[in-house]
């Protein structure tokens, strides 16, 4: 079994910031593109930033210039650093894994964290 634990959200006030990580554990052996979603209160889920294996990244319009996505390989952990937060960022922040491989042959694919609410005030 696979898991991806995210940590780091909080309370904020505007102009603040916070660093988002999400670590995936359980004999990993690989972990494609991953990324962070967010889902507002009575709003659909959205793409924030995501980042390749290689470090290629694509960040949505919304946050572009605020926040920045990097992730570890090594230590299969993925970080978003939140800057100028705005309150319209409040929202539940989800990790995700296009795919997971382990070191027992398994394969986790379209993989989501239980996510991390994030509040900024106003």
């Known amino acids: 079994q696979v898991q991806l634990m995210e940590s780091g959200g909080g309370l904020v006030q505007a102009g603040g910031s916070l660093r988002l990580s999400c670590a995936a554990s359980?004999?990993?052996?690989?972990?494609?593109?991953m990324g962070w979603y967010r889902q507002a209160p009575g709003k659909q889920r959205e793409l924030v930033a995501t980042?390749?294996?290689?470090?290629?990244?694509n960040v949505a319009d919304s946050v572009k210039g605020r926040f920045t996505i990097s992730r570890d390989n090594a230590k299969n952990t993925v970080y978003l650093q939140m800057n100028s937060l705005k309150p319209e960022d409040t929202a539940v922040y989800f990790c995700h894994a296009d795919l997971i491989r382990t070191t027992t042959g398994g394969r986790w694919a379209d993989y989501w964290g239980q996510g991390t609410q994030v509040t900024v005030s106003s």
């Open positions: 980042i390749t294996s290689g470090g290629s990244t």
């Open positions: 359980g004999r990993i052996l690989s972990i494609t593109a």
